[in-house]
């Protein structure tokens, strides 16, 4: 099945791609787009180590561009697609920013915000994971493998 132009997968597609660009230039794989009336207004990846900053995340970037791009600090009527599962630092950032939505792919079973408790989301915001998890959760295990090499 080939997925529709606005469905979850195909905006889990485009954080793949920024993914790509995060594995490329040496940084841990995660990417993010933010789609608000069906259209992408941020896109962002890891850049801790670009930035020497562990606060730069994929999500926080992208957020920080999302608001930016709206003029507004709330992100209501928006929503996230990451490729792997928010950590609890940027779970929280999503809960202040209004989300509505928190869509990822792979599970981090070590650090996902999931493992401590889904009310680090805003009491609004929907979430899912497992979108297109396979591919997300083996560039992650690509990029460690690599390392360790």
Not at 34 to 53: F, G, W
Request: net charge negative; aromatic share 10%.
């Amino acid at each position: 099945m080939i997925p529709g132009l606005h469905s979850d997968e195909a905006y889990m597609k485009e954080a793949l791609k920024q993914a790509q660009y995060a594995f490329e230039e040496g940084e841990v794989p995660v990417g993010a787009v933010i789609v608000c009336e069906n259209k992408i207004i941020a896109r962002a990846y890891n850049q801790s180590e670009r930035l020497n900053d562990v606060t730069a995340h994929a999500e926080m970037l992208a957020i920080t561009s999302a608001a930016n791009y709206l003029g507004a600090k709330y992100l209501a009527k928006c929503r996230l697609y990451v490729t792997l599962e928010p950590c609890v630092m940027c779970a929280g950032a999503t809960y202040w920013s209004q989300l509505d939505e928190v869509i990822f792919g792979a599970y981090d079973e070590k650090r996902g915000f999931s493992q401590v408790s889904e009310k680090i989301l805003h009491p609004k915001a929907e979430w899912k994971g497992g979108i297109l998890e396979a591919e997300c959760g083996q560039l992650v295990k690509d990029f460690f493998a690599k390392l360790r090499k």
